[in-house]
C-alpha cells in the first residue's frame, strides 16, 4: 500500500497520526481536521492535495453532523450552500492554475491567515448575508486547498458547543460534497489521491469515536490555543518549505 502512496513508512505513521489527532480536533469542536492534515499532507505529498484531504473530510463531516443532528441551524446550511457555489469556482480556478509546489504554499498561507483570523476575529453577527459571505470564503479556500472550515467556525465560535460542531458539520458536508464533485469533473482526482484519501480514513474513524469523551473539557477552552499554536507551525513550516524549495 505504501508503494502506491510514494511514502515511507515513518512518514506515514506521521500522516495518520496527524489525521488521527486532526479528527479528534474536529469531533471535539466543531473544525480543525484539516487544518491540521492538509499542512502534513503538503509537506509529504504536496500533489495529493486537495483532493486526498476532502476525501479524508467527507466521513468526518458525515459523522459530526449525524451525531448531534437535533442542535443543527438549518438556515446555515442553505445560505452557506448559496455562497459556496460560486466560491467553489474560485477555488477550482485557484487548483487549475497553480502547480503542486504553489498550491502547497498557497495552503500553508491561508492556514496561517485562518489562524491570525482566529485569534483577532471579533464576534461576527449570524445573519443570512454572514453565513452565505462564510460560505463563498469556505467555497474558494475548501476547493484550492482542502481547508475550507475556518470562515464559518469563526462565524459560530461564540455558539454552544453542540450547535457548532453539528452545524460546521452538516454545512461542511454539503460544501465538501460540491467541491470534490467540481474537481472529480475538472479532472483533477486521481489515484493517488484516493488511496491516500481512504488509507486515512480509518484514523478519521478513531478520531471522531474517541472525540466524544473530551467534549466536556475541550469546550472549556483549553484545546482552542494548543490548536491555533499547532496550526500556525505547521502552517508556517509548508510556507518556509515551498519558498526555499
Known amino acids: 500500500m505504501l508503494d502506491g502512496l510514494g511514502l515511507e513508512p515513518t512518514a506515514f505513521v506521521l500522516l495518520f497520526g496527524t489525521t488521527l489527532l486532526g479528527a479528534l480536533v474536529q ?145 461542511f458536508l454539503v460544501g465538501t460534497g460540491f467541491s470534490f464533485t467540481a474537481l472529480l469533473v475538472a479532472g483533477e482526482v486521481q489515484a493517488l489521491h484516493w488511496r491516500l484519501g481512504l488509507a486515512l480514513v480509518p484514523a478519521v474513524l478513531l478520531g471522531l469515536f474517541a472525540s466524544r469523551a473530551f467534549h466536556g473539557w475541550l469546550d472549556r477552552g483549553w484545546l482552542r490555543p494548543c490548536v491555533l499554536g499547532l496550526c500556525g507551525l505547521a502552517g508556517a513550516a509548508v510556507v518556509v518549505d515551498g519558498l526555499v524549495s
Open 27 to 171: 469531533g471535539s469542536i466543531g473544525f480543525g481536521l484539516n487544518l491540521i492534515v492538509a499542512p502534513v499532507i503538503a509537506i509529504f505529498v504536496p500533489e495529493a492535495l486537495p483532493a486526498s484531504a476532502i476525501i479524508v473530510a467527507l466521513p468526518m463531516t458525515l459523522g459530526s453532523a449525524l451525531r448531534e443532528s437535533a442542535h443543527i441551524d438549518r438556515s446555515a446550511i442553505l445560505w452557506t450552500t448559496v455562497g459556496r457555489l460560486p466560491g467553489i469556482a474560485v477555488g477550482l480556478w485557484i487548483v487549475i492554475r497553480l502547480d503542486a509546489e504553489a498550491l502547497a504554499t498557497a495552503t500553508g498561507a491561508m492556514v496561517l491567515f485562518a489562524v491570525l483570523m482566529s485569534i483577532a476575529s471579533p464576534r461576527i453577527p449570524i445573519t443570512k448575508l454572514s453565513q452565505a459571505i462564510a460560505g463563498w470564503l469556505g467555497g474558494a479556500m475548501g476547493t484550492s486547498s482542502s481547508i475550507g472550515g475556518p470562515p464559518l467556525a469563526l462565524l459560530y465560535q461564540h455558539s454552544p458547543g453542540p450547535v457548532v460542531r453539528s452545524t460546521l458539520g452538516a454545512a
